[in-house]
C-alpha cells in the first residue's frame, strides 16, 4: 500500500474520533443541565454521524465527520417541585443523556482513536525502515 495513502487514511481517522469523543464530552457534561423554565426543552443528546468520501489526490477512501444528529429519545423525568422549571404536577424535564452509554461510546471512540494513531506510528516506521535500507 501507498504510505501517503495509508497517512491520509489515518489521519482522516484521527479527526473524524477526535470529533465524536468531543461530542460525547459535550452530552457527559450536559448530562444533569435543567432548563431554565418548564416551556423550555431541556439539553438533547447529540449523535455524530461519519460520511465517506475518495481523495481525488491519492484514491483513498477518507472518512470524515457528517452532521451532528439529535436524539429524538423522550427526556428522562424528576420529581422536583422546587425547581422553576418544574411542570405542574412537580416533575422537572432532564437530559435524555444516559452515562453508562456515553461512557461506552467514548471508550469504542477512543480505541478508534488508538488504531488509527497506531497504523501512523508503523507507517512511519516502514518509511523510516525504507530510508535505511536504501542508504
Do not use: C, W
Not at 72 to 88: E, I, L, S
Amino acid at each position: 500500500m501507498d504510505f501517503l495513502k495509508s497517512l491520509s487514511i489515518a489521519a482522516s481517522g484521527l479527526k473524524a474520533q477526535s470529533g465524536r469523543m468531543r461530542i460525547i464530552a459535550e452530552n457527559i457534561a450536559n448530562a444533569d443541565s435543567v432548563a431554565t423554565s418548564s416551556n423550555v426543552e431541556p439539553y438533547r443528546r447529540k449523535i455524530a454521524t461519519f460520511t465517506q468520501h475518495v481523495d481525488r489526490e491519492t484514491g483513498a477512501s477518507l472518512v470524515e465527520a457528517g452532521r451532528v444528529r439529535r436524539d429524538p429519545t423522550a427526556f428522562r423525568t424528576k420529581y422536583d417541585p422546587g425547581n422553576p422549571a418544574a411542570d405542574a404536577k412537580g416533575e422537572v424535564r432532564m437530559p435524555n443523556v444516559n452515562a453508562l452509554i456515553e461512557n461506552m461510546d467514548m471508550r469504542e471512540a477512543q480505541r478508534s482513536y488508538e488504531a488509527n494513531l497506531n497504523m501512523v506510528t508503523t507507517t512511519r516506521r516502514m518509511i523510516s525502515r525504507t530510508l535505511e535500507i536504501l542508504k
